[in-house]
């Protein structure tokens, strides 16, 4: 899973992007994208560890891409972002870092300090690029339905929808606001469309108002929070008690590497479920709604193609039993086959031959 961090210079897009993943980019390479790779937080693991005392415990993770932060006075600037774009096309979330302090020692975007202004233009730069993307692909099927084949009906369908598409675009809506059926996501999950993305704001603050809810509520967005990345940045440097301390007086309940993870698990669709075999415990990142087969083939194609049974256990039963053999004897563990949908939290041992 990735996250793309973007936002308009000074907006304090790489402190969080360091705060988040202990990675401070060169000075040097500013104008370079950023790649990281973190540790997603997965508590539950614990009772997986103190159960089957594992030699190896196994968190799931997740890439943070830091693109530069844009200018758009210029149309060279412009088009300095939108080199970018096939990175953000990647992610399968986008997280857009916007700017709500004043500062003496940080000059501000357009000599402003405007969050919803800087996210409205944000905004309309990725509408205008899904925009030229959909007309594009007008055009060719309008070109291709000029000489009639057996693929005649299928791309009227689709001219259909991305003409629908363009309306919406040109109305301001994103493409997420249309895409509905499963043949529909087929037609545009080729395109990773940037206004289909999750979107989660963070509006960056000044230390006061570091546990304040944000000022506004991003439209379109999955979650709008408002943080200091500032003082994010000194907390990701602290260990254990110092660090919850300092979020105590602070006010805030959990630091923006938590907070921020889970917030774009959420947006993306993500959840996590838990294996123990051999000595290792480990979580794994699958798509909410996933069937066992999907899982095991997280796991490994082997697994997958020689599926027979999941046996699954969700994790409060586990721990309510306090083992595996008496949840097995309360009769919550069970068997499955490969359409069971996996649950957040189940903990799964997969039985397949290969």
């Known amino acids: 899973m990735r996250i793309g961090l973007i936002g308009p210079t000074q907006s304090g897009k790489t402190t969080l992007f360091s705060a988040i993943t202990g990675q401070a980019p060169d000075p040097a390479h500013m104008a370079q994208e950023n790649l990281a790779t973190v540790t997603v937080p997965e508590p539950r693991l614990d009772l997986l560890v103190q159960l089957y005392k594992p030699k190896k415990r196994v968190e799931a993770h997740i890439e943070f891409v830091d693109i530069p ?7 060279h600037q412009q088009e300095e972002f939108r080199k970018h774009f096939p990175s953000l096309r990647l992610c399968d979330c986008l997280v857009a870092v916007v700017r709500d302090f004043a500062s003496d020692r940080v000059a501000t975007y357009r000599n402003r300090v405007d969050a919803a202004a800087d996210l409205e233009e944000l905004r309309t730069e990725l509408i205008f690029a899904d925009l030229e993307a959909v007309a594009n692909r007008i055009q060719r099927l309008n070109k291709s339905l000029s000489r009639p084949s057996k693929t005649s009906a299928e791309e009227k369908a689709e001219l259909a929808f991305m003409q629908r598409l363009q309306e919406a675009l040109e109305a301001e809506k994103p493409v997420s606001s249309v895409v509905e059926s499963a043949e529909e996501h087929k037609w ?36 709008t929070i408002a943080l200091c990345a500032e003082i ?75 599926f027979i049974r999941a046996e699954v256990v969700a994790y409060d039963d586990l721990g309510e039993a306090g083992d595996h053999k008496a949840a097995k004897a309360a009769g919550k563990v069970r068997l499955e086959g490969k359409s069971y949908v996996v649950a957040d939290g189940d903990v799964i041992q997969f039985r397949f031959n290969v």
């Open 69 to 75: 932060g844009f200018s758009l006075e210029t149309p």
């Open 188 to 223: 545009v999950s080729s395109f990773q469309f940037l206004t289909e993305k999750p979107l989660v704001v963070v509006i960056n603050v000044d230390e006061g108002r570091a546990a304040a809810a944000p000022d506004f509520q991003a439209k379109d967005a999955h979650s």
């Open 232 to 306: 994010e940045a000194e907390i990701a440097q602290l260990e254990g008690d110092d660090r919850k301390a300092f979020l105590e007086d602070l006010g805030v309940a959990e630091a923006a590497h938590d907070r921020l993870i889970h917030l774009c698990y959420e947006a993306a669709g993500m959840i996590c479920f838990l294996t123990y075999a051999g000595d290792e415990c480990r979580a794994w990142t699958v798509r909410k709604g996933a069937d066992a087969l999907e899982a095991a083939g997280k796991i490994h194609t082997d697994i997958a193609r020689g």
